[in-house]
């Protein structure tokens, strides 16, 4: 057997399953090590023992050099690093044997692609909120990587799709025209930022006014807010606050405004908290799906999901954050697109599995969830696919069967069947490229 691969006779038209070790990422958002959905999957995945004095925020699987997964032996689950009989292929990365099995891509893929796995697969525990950001389209992922490569280390766009497992919220997007009309009247503190002329021209925009206008009007407030003095913030922040905790106490606050009183507890005098107030908030149930596309304005809030992109790692990010801010580029690559975000539903393609197809090519979300006693068969795709096992227990079957268990991340090759079963209930998750790429 070769010391950093897959034996030869393995690798020539492999079809099974590839058992992975992802990574875990500890950021300050994330959820205690107890409590965090995270911090669970990687010790069962790793077999290691998590932190406790550590947030587990981010599991990662895919072939992203910030955060790569692991082929581990098969012969068993992984206990303490190793797998019974096998463990991590002397840290064999899945880019590094992708690489040199590119056929497992799939013609298709490869030819779009190259041997990079288009899409980066993820599970998120957010305890706190992540920053006020936005990902660039690939020609300013270009630009941003070629100037800033400490900062922005690769060079791809990053649109994503969040699934969640719990309660979930965000921000997302900007609101709708009248809904800004509202915002101005009825929060002085932004007036005050802004200035009397420029909330004059957002009170005066009509529906009938050009997109463009709106637009224009929308970026100057915005950039007027985002570009404000630490000084300036904190002496209206201080004032919102304490009207608020004032009004409490006459009538109960709007979601927004509750929101807001949180959000400034989490960042003190922090600008994101006054612009939280531009964005839509958005609550998703488990089971349903938000999608952003390339420069669009989020932040996730609360929540745990399911998370999948285009693989990269690039974040343009300007508030409610500890991180590295860049102000002056988000505010000139955003698409200033007014209106509540899309939600996804997932569409039904057996009668245990719900498929999330968002409009990017490098990706789609399958959530399979099986009752005891069941089977449901995959068939074959064009291109490769990721699954992450949630809960439960149970086989997939390809050319051989494969037991798994909560934890558990598998890779499968182009074209390769799979048939998952169960007797005690399995909760799954797949990603793929986007069906509808093959369909072009």
Request: glycine share 8%; with cysteine.
């Amino acid at each position: 057997m070769e010391a950093d691969g897959l034996s030869t006779t393995m690798e020539e038209g492999f079809k099974g399953l590839l058992r992975l070790m992802g990574s875990v990422k500890n950021y300050d958002w994330g959820r205690s090590a107890k409590e965090s959905c995270v911090g669970r999957l990687y010790r069962l995945n790793s077999g290691r023992k998590i932190d406790e004095k550590q947030p587990y925020a981010e599991f990662w699987m895919g072939t992203h050099d910030s955060g790569p997964s692991y082929i581990v032996e098969e012969g068993g689950r992984i206990q303490n690093g190793y797998a019974n009989g096998g463990g991590v292929r002397n840290k064999c990365t899945l880019k590094d044997w992708i690489e040199k099995n590119p056929s497992v891509l799939g013609e298709t893929v490869l030819s779009k692609w190259g041997t990079q796995l288009p899409f980066l697969f993820k599970v998120l525990s957010i305890e706190k909120a992540l920053s006020i950001q936005a990902h660039p389209d690939k020609d300013l992922a270009i630009l941003l990587h070629k100037e800033q490569p400490l900062v922005y280390k690769d060079d791809n766009h990053k649109p994503e799709m969040a699934l969640a497992l719990t309660e979930f919220e965000a921000l997302c997007g900007f609101i709708s025209l009248e809904e800004l009309k509202v915002i101005v009247q009825t929060v002085p503190e932004i007036v005050e930022v802004v200035g009397n002329a420029l909330a004059e021209l957002v009170l005066d925009l009509n529906e009938d006014d050009e997109e463009e206008k709106g637009k224009l009007v929308l970026r100057k407030l915005f950039t007027e807010i985002m570009s404000a003095s630490k000084d300036v913030i904190t002496e209206v922040l201080a004032k919102l606050i304490s009207r608020l905790n004032i009004k409490n106490k006459v009538r109960e606050l709007t979601d927004k405004e509750q929101l807001v009183l949180g959000l400034e507890k989490q960042y003190p005098a922090d600008v994101g908290v006054l612009v939280a107030f531009l964005f839509n908030y958005v609550k998703l149930n488990p089971g349903e799906a938000l999608y952003l596309g390339a420069n669009e304005p989020h932040a996730y809030v609360y929540g745990e999901c399911v998370e999948c992109m285009a693989t990269s790692d690039n974040v343009v990010r300007a508030g409610l954050t500890p991180k590295h801010r860049d102000v002056r580029t988000l505010c000139s690559m955003l698409t200033y697109r007014q209106g509540n975000p899309e939600i996804l539903h997932g569409t039904a393609i057996n009668p245990y599995t719900m498929r999330y197809l968002p409009p990017f090519d490098e990706f789609e979300v399958d959530r399979c969830i099986l009752p005891p006693y069941s089977t449901v068969a995959f068939p074959s795709a064009p291109g490769p696919s990721m699954f992450v096992v949630m809960g439960g227990e149970g086989t997939m079957t390809t050319s051989a069967e494969v037991i798994v268990a909560e934890g558990d991340v598998l890779f499968a090759p182009a074209n390769t069947n799979i048939t998952i079963a169960t007797s005690s209930g399995l909760h799954l998750y797949r990603a793929g490229v986007n069906s509808r790429f093959f369909e072009e």
